[in-house]
C-alpha cells in the first residue's frame, strides 16, 4: 500500500517561502494523481493544488494562483509544493494526498478530496511574524 510522507513544514515571516515535500513510498509515483489539502484551526479542508496523473496538469484554489506551484519528480518519486509570497491565511497543516484511480481533470470536484484513497500525516505551516 502506498504511503505518503510529508516534510518542509515550519514557520515563515509574511512575504517569505517554503518548499513541501511528499515522498512516495510502497509504489512509485508513476501516475499517481496528486493533490495538496490544508486544514486551519476551526476551518474545513480545502483543497490546495493537484497535479494530474494522466497528463501533468495543474490546478489551484484561487487563493493560492500564482504563489503556490505544485510539481514531481517521478525519479525520485516525490512531490512537491513550492509556497511564495506567503501570508498568514496560509497557516495550517498541509496534507499530501494521492490515488492511482482518480485524476483531477478539468471539471472535477478534486477539491472535496472524496476521490483520494491515500493520506499523508500533515506538516504544520505557521506563517507569522
Known amino acids: 500500500q502506498v504511503q505518503l510522507v510529508e516534510s518542509g513544514g515550519g514557520l515563515v515571516q509574511p512575504g517569505g517561502s517554503l518548499r513541501l515535500s511528499c515522498a512516495v513510498s510502497?509504489?512509485?509515483?508513476?501516475?499517481?494523481?496528486i493533490a495538496w489539502f490544508r486544514q486551519a484551526p476551526g476551518k474545513e479542508r480545502e483543497g490546495v493544488s493537484c497535479?494530474?496523473?494522466?497528463?501533468?496538469?495543474?490546478y489551484y484554489v484561487d487563493s493560492v494562483k500564482g504563489r503556490f506551484t505544485i510539481s514531481r519528480d517521478k525519479a525520485k518519486d516525490t512531490a512537491y509544493l513550492e509556497m511564495a509570497s506567503m501570508k498568514p491565511e496560509d497557516t495550517a497543516v498541509y496534507y499530501c494526498?494521492?490515488?492511482?484511480?482518480?485524476?483531477?481533470?478539468?471539471?472535477?470536484?478534486?477539491?472535496?478530496?472524496?476521490?483520494?484513497?491515500?493520506w499523508g500525516q500533515g506538516t504544520q505551516v505557521t506563517v507569522s511574524s
Open positions: 510502497g509504489s512509485t509515483l508513476g501516475y499517481y494523481t
Open positions: 497535479i494530474s496523473g494522466s497528463d501533468e496538469s495543474t
Open positions: 494526498v494521492g490515488d492511482l484511480n482518480y485524476d483531477c481533470i478539468e471539471g472535477s470536484s478534486w477539491y472535496t478530496g472524496l476521490g483520494f484513497h491515500s
